[in-house]
């Protein structure tokens, strides 16, 4: 898959208007990355109550698809508990935008926002640091998401 | 001088890879060459050639097949000294590009004498690998790194150079002879003289400079000089680095291991001749040869035909490009100060889904920070899309990119 | 497993280069692989081939050439991976040969965790490459370098090493799993398993192993493994560097640049993911391309009937060897502790002339110190001549070897 | 020129036999150095008096080339003043034995004596500091050689 398919309307609409953009002014937590490939950078502020995401949004630059598959991730993610969050996986957030087959090195314009969810996460979790057997192995996740 | 025309015309055929179809069967259309250049099969023979009928380890051995090896490897060395005017081929050190060329000076002269508060300069519009070594090497030894801004023109901010050499603290300012992102050509000269009043070293990144235009190192007056093979009809994995004797005598060795050596004791050990000191291992001795076929390829066509030869491509595509609605091009207009490079952005579009857009029909450009995260910053952009052009590219070509732009046009409703 | 016969009468058609004529007119005989090897079709063909229809710069574009270019460049990682048993490819690092790997290993890890009065401990019978970058990383940071030493038989002297590692100062201990000069095969399982108990890492020289006996790298248990492509009939300019991903991740960056950090601002940078963070620059995207090629060709051949064909060899040419009077065989004669490696000197006769003389005879044996001048002084001799066999080789050419001593014997009247 | 026919009768001899083979007790002046690629080093002392080489001895490890190439400079050498012993040029070793069209990687081993005469006149000259301009040509002249 490549090429202009992958441009439908709907990810056109979303790199125009992305849902979930801004910043959380008292976040419970927060993580950047970027992609050192293009420079694309995305930020998450989650607040958490109650081990839930009770709120998400994200900013920074990037794609055409990489901002549909942000403003799609944040919806997924929303509301979710930080047990269910952490399952979300890469099909979750390509399918939905049908996105399975895109090529390489696309795949990480796609997947740099679920990258920096995890991160997000697992700093939360080491914050809260109950749970670092948990982080360490959310940080492997990480890491292996391409 | 013979017209352009006539010389550029066979060119394509010495290119197999020109002939690729790629995607859904289209004619590739390769604009990638500040990235990386294509190879003619002139290149590619050598290189086979090489390993059908000469390979051996060089300089060490006394049969038959290291004494031809040693010799094509060597005559490269001739050839890269003529290539820029260098007097002294002992100057010379292979390496495997621009990146190791400047970490090398980095190490072997930074880390021996940038001292704490010593200051190296760069400018705003540098590729990573003119920031990056600098940074890395200040930090440890408690110097600072400076930059010399750039203006919206595109063209570096002398002034900034004069009140930082002001503080007396310079000891090396470092600069590319042509922007890979804007193509400027840095009015070098200007430059050196101000360091060169002041006692300050002087390294240029020729990375995309010397594949484009006739460069004399003896006259620039530099004192480091580097660049790359891949991007000048080369192989890769093979590049130049430059040092003034002077500056080189002073400079400790940097890898250590076979050839950069004279006699090796337990304890202690003496280093050999320039520039072997500086060649540890056994070198990329094939691609030295495909690089020393690469150079004799250039030097038939003429640097000063082939700067011709873009400055025409440019002007027509910058005047095609002008004609685009939302079209944003980077840096001068003027053409005499700039090479082959254009970077542009379209309208709200990402460069990363004008380029996949674009590749569906065939055509190779680069977008992305292109390694000048600084000067994206400066120029305040994430990315920008970029076309860039070489010998073998023609008008036809030119227009086949500005055509695919009504497609993106199109998809993005534009 | 296939007779050894059947499997390698066939290869030598796969190297034209073995049909050369030298000097004379005389048939080339290859005795140098040591050194370096030649390289079959298959490798070059790869080479030709990635230039002919794929050659782009990796990673970073999302053109169709750039896909294929990175494609193949990352599918030799997964080769290595799975050549030397290596669970995680993102371990894998690409330098130009053994040399640049080590070095790499005394900056961004030597240069960041010795300290005062630290010891690194390397062999007598080390490669310059294995001692020299000890040195200048030792020197620079105040500690020290010791020796295992080596017995008369060739092997090391595994007393020394208890020795000092009940200083309780060790931090690294460094040898080569097979000598370049003796062909000894280290008892590496031994070493790691000392040091492991002393909290101590352990670094591979795997250059002269890697191409001629399967190697198990996690088996071995190491925490750095370093190998050069040229010597495994890949070709020259490429290398591999291991790092355990535990330790990698304590190591510097050592050459910045493009593709190593993962976001540059003015004054700082943050780092890219591993192996890229050590990837610094352009790659040397096609002899990497060509190096799987070379894995692909010794996977084929399998690395145990390489190994069988060469201890045939090896034990055949011993015995022819044996036979001449004043002929000298340094290191052992157990043949299940030697690689396919053998030094010898004749009479009085200096090697630089005995292979001056052969030479004539189209033979093209190495004489020297093969940089182990630290071994030469071990053994009291200025240098030694070295044949050394490869997949091609066979009794007929060992046969020309023996025979063409008899020209040495009567011009220096032996 | 290659192979066997550079071994002539007296190249072996002197190999074996060598001339002013040896050390110079109370020297005026020494020098080492050596081969980078064979590992073979030589050492030279010399006698001075009154601007002359009144005597002059090698010592050390290198093939039939290489001795017999000392053997013949140290004899053409000895009792020449240090004006006429640093015109000494290569043709003139090298054409005592033969030896004019030596391959590139022997010439190393003709010339590393001549190389280390000349580094010990400049080290004498140095010495002896009056000349420091002629020992900087000396030194260009001795690393010029090959
Ligand atoms: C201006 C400039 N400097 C340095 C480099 C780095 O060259 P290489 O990747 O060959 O080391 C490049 C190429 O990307 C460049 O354009
Ligand atoms: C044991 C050993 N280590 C290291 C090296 C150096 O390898 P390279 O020259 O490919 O860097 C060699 C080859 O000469 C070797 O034999």
Not at chain 1, 22 to 51: A, Q, R, W, Y
Not at chain 2, 55 to 76: F, M, P, Q
Not at chain 2, 211 to 219: R, T
Not at chain 2, 367 to 387: F, I, K, P
């Amino acid at each position: 898959m490549s090429g202009a398919d992958i441009y439908h309307e709907m990810i056109v609409d979303y790199s125009r208007n992305p849902i979930n953009y801004g910043k959380i002014e008292n976040h419970d937590v927060t993580f950047h990355d970027s992609n050192p490939l293009c420079g694309d950078s995305i930020d998450i502020d989650m607040k958490i109550d109650d081990d839930k995401v009770t709120d998400i949004k994200f900013h920074g630059k990037g794609c055409a698809i990489c901002m549909a598959c942000s403003s799609v991730l944040t919806e997924i993610t929303k509301g979710k508990s930080i047990e269910d969050a952490r399952k979300i996986e890469k099909n979750d957030v390509l399918g939905e935008l049908g996105l399975e087959h895109l090529q390489a090195v696309r795949i990480k314009c796609a997947l740099l926002s679920l990258k920096v969810l995890k991160s997000a996460l697992y700093t939360y979790l080491g914050n809260n640091m109950d749970e670092a057997q948990d982080r360490d192995k959310l940080k492997e996740e990480a890491s292996n998401l391409y | 001088m013979q017209s352009s025309e006539s010389l550029f015309e066979n060119i394509r055929k010495d290119f197999p890879i020109l002939e690729r179809k790629v995607r859904d069967n289209k004619q590739l259309v390769y604009l990638d060459n500040a990235s990386t250049t294509q190879k003619p099969n002139q290149v590619i023979d050598a290189i086979t050639d090489y390993y059908q009928n000469h390979n051996a380890n060089i300089h060490r051995a006394v049969y038959a097949l290291a004494e031809e090896a040693t010799e094509a490897y060597e005559s490269t060395r001739d050839k890269i000294a003529n290539f820029i005017n260098i007097k002294d081929r002992r100057e010379i050190i292979f390496v495997r590009g621009t990146t190791e060329a400047i970490n090398l000076v980095s190490y072997a002269w930074g880390r021996t004498h940038l001292k704490e508060g010593d200051i190296v300069v760069t400018t705003e519009y540098e590729h990573h690998s003119n920031i990056v070594p600098w940074q890395l090497a200040t930090q440890e030894k408690h110097a600072k790194l400076e930059y010399i801004g750039m203006d919206d023109n595109g063209e570096l901010i002398l002034d900034d150079l004069d009140k930082i050499l002001a503080t007396g603290k310079v000891k090396l300012v470092t600069f590319s002879l042509m922007s890979n992102v804007l193509g400027t050509i840095t009015d070098a000269k200007k430059i050196i003289d101000k360091c060169k009043a002041a006692g300050v070293l002087t390294l240029i990144d020729g990375a995309q400079a010397v594949p484009h235009m006739k460069v004399d190192v003896e006259e620039l007056g530099c004192d480091f000089f580097a660049f790359s093979g891949h991007k000048m009809l080369g192989p890769t994995g093979i590049g130049v680095l430059w040092v003034r004797k002077s500056v080189l005598e002073t400079m400790s060795p940097f890898h250590g291991g076979g050839d950069m050596i004279r006699e090796v004791h337990k304890y202690e050990t003496t280093w050999n001749d320039l520039p072997y000191k500086f060649e540890a291992g056994t070198p990329n001795i094939a691609d030295v040869v495909g690089f020393g076929a690469a150079i004799d390829y250039l030097t038939k066509i003429g640097m000063d035909n082939i700067r011709q030869h873009e400055i025409e491509l440019t002007k027509y595509a910058i005047d095609e490009f002008s004609k685009v609605k939302g079209l944003h091009i980077y840096g001068t207009k003027d053409i005499s100060k700039r090479g082959g490079v254009i970077s542009f952005n379209f309208a709200d579009v990402h460069p990363h889904d004008v380029a996949q857009i674009i590749d569906e029909e065939g055509i190779a450009v680069r977008s992305g920070h292109h390694c000048a995260q600084v000067l994206m910053e400066r120029l305040d952009v994430a990315a920008t899309s970029r076309a860039s052009f070489y010998i073998y590219n023609t008008r036809e070509e030119v227009d086949v990119l500005i055509n695919s732009l009504n497609k993106v046009a199109k998809v993005f409703k534009l």
